[in-house]
C-alpha cells in the first residue's frame, strides 16, 4: 500500500531554514508528480510546491507565497522528495505533508510539523 513519511520538521527562529523529506514506497514514485502540502492551525491545507515525474521532466511549480524561498527536488533513486525552506516567515507554520500531484486519500501521513518562531 502507499505509505508516505515526512520528516525535518522543527521549531526554528524567523529566517531560518530547514530542509523537509519524505519518503514513499508503494507507488510509482519516479513517474508521479508529487506535492508538498501545508496545513496551518484554522486554515485549509494548501499546496505549497509540486514536481512532475520522470516522463514530464521534473517541472517545478510553487505558490505564490513561498516562491524564491522554497525549492522542491527529487531522488528518483532514492524514492525521496525534498522541500528545502529558506527565509522562514512565522506565517509559514504548519504541519506539512507529501502526497502525490493531486493528491491520494490514501497517501495522507503524520506530516511533519515546522513552527517558525523566535
Known amino acids: 500500500q502507499v505509505r508516505l513519511v515526512e520528516s525535518g520538521g522543527a521549531l526554528v527562529q524567523p529566517g531560518g531554514s530547514l530542509r523537509l523529506s519524505c519518503a514513499a514506497s508503494?507507488?510509482?514514485?519516479?513517474?508521479?508528480?508529487m506535492g508538498w502540502y501545508r496545513q496551518a492551525p484554522g486554515k485549509e491545507r494548501e499546496l505549497v510546491a509540486g514536481i512532475t515525474g520522470i516522463t514530464s521532466g521534473g517541472i517545478t511549480n510553487y505558490a505564490d507565497s513561498v516562491k524564491g524561498r522554497f525549492t522542491i527536488s527529487r531522488d528518483n533513486a532514492k524514492n525521496t522528495v525534498y522541500l528545502q525552506m529558506n527565509s522562514l516567515k512565522p506565517d509559514d507554520t504548519a504541519v506539512y505533508y507529501c502526497n502525490t500531484y493531486p493528491p491520494m486519500l490514501s497517501g495522507w501521513g503524520q506530516g511533519t510539523q515546522v513552527t517558525v518562531s523566535s
Open positions: 508503494g507507488i510509482i514514485f519516479s513517474v508521479d508528480a
